[in-house]
Nanobody, 121 residues
């Protein structure tokens, strides 16, 4: 079993930056692919970014967000720059047993509790 805990969310103005962190514990493996998803008000949970043997970004965040990890600390980060009001959502960290980063929500096995990101206009 893997436990994931996100942190770093908050309220920021449009154009600002925020860095989210996700710490993994339990039966973690260094080759687990990690992903970030988000769910805005009244919307389905959607893919944001993932990292494994490869990396992948949603078109909506390409060039603004960067996903990276520190395996020694069992932590994955999401650096968010040039934030827009449309980025407002609860952001969830996820992990899968495979090392291949994918965008499908159903491909992930473990989920964190989420952290709120609110971007004001």
């Amino acid at each position: 079993q893997v436990q994931l805990v996100e942190s770093g969310g908050g309220l920021v103005q449009a154009g600002g930056s925020l860095r989210l962190s996700c710490v993994a514990s339990g039966r973690t493996l260094s080759n687990n692919a990690m992903g970030w998803f988000r769910q805005g008000p009244g919307k389905e949970r959607e893919f944001v970014a993932a990292i494994g043997y490869n990396s992948q970004y949603a078109d909506s965040v390409e060039g603004r967000f960067t996903i990276f990890r520190d395996n020694a600390k069992h932590t994955v980060y999401l650096q968010m720059n040039s934030l827009k009001p449309e980025d407002t959502a609860v952001y969830y960290c996820a992990a899968r047993r495979s090392g291949v980063a994918v965008s499908a929500r159903s491909s992930y096995d473990f989920w964190g509790q989420g952290t709120q990101v609110t971007v004001s206009s």
